[in-house]
């Protein structure tokens, strides 16, 4: 069992920044593709950044593709997510997830859907304001 947990939301203003982490457990950390989704009220869960097992490898949804960057501290067990540029529209609860077999492709559109992770955190609330 690998347990995840999302921390540093809160409430920003437009234009700000801030920086999630997310603290997923077991020894082979290293080895897990990490991902970060977003859901706001009455809409569906939505992908927006996906890091590789090395950080080589980062992937993006068009929303936030220049504003948002994804990293990972693999000593620390971490991924990070950096928002910066952010707007009303990035109000959601954020979740962190984690595949931890190796990926059948390695692809956008394979770590999109939110079907092909593992393990879940609880979500941390973001809140842009006006």
């Known amino acids: 069992q690998v347990q995840v947990v999302e921390s540093g939301g809160g409430l920003v203003q437009a234009g700000g920044s801030l920086r999630l982490s997310c603290a997923a457990s077991?020894?082979?950390?290293?080895?897990?593709?990490m991902g970060w989704f977003r859901q706001a009220p009455g809409k569906e869960r939505e992908f927006v950044a996906a890091i590789n097992w090395s950080g080589g490898g980062t992937y993006f949804s068009d929303s936030v593709k220049g504003r948002f960057t994804i990293s990972r501290d693999n000593a620390k067990n971490t991924v990070y997510l950096q928002m910066n540029s952010l707007k009303p529209e990035d109000t959601a609860i954020y979740y962190c997830?984690?595949?931890?077999?190796?990926?059948?492709?390695?692809?956008?559109?394979?770590?999109?859907?939110?079907?092909?992770?593992?393990?879940w955190g609880q979500g941390t609330q973001v809140t842009v304001s006006s």
């Open positions: 997830a984690a595949i931890t077999s190796r990926p059948l492709f390695t692809t956008m559109s394979y770590y999109r859907l939110p079907d092909n992770y593992d393990y």
């Open positions: 077991g020894r082979t950390f290293s080895t897990y593709t």
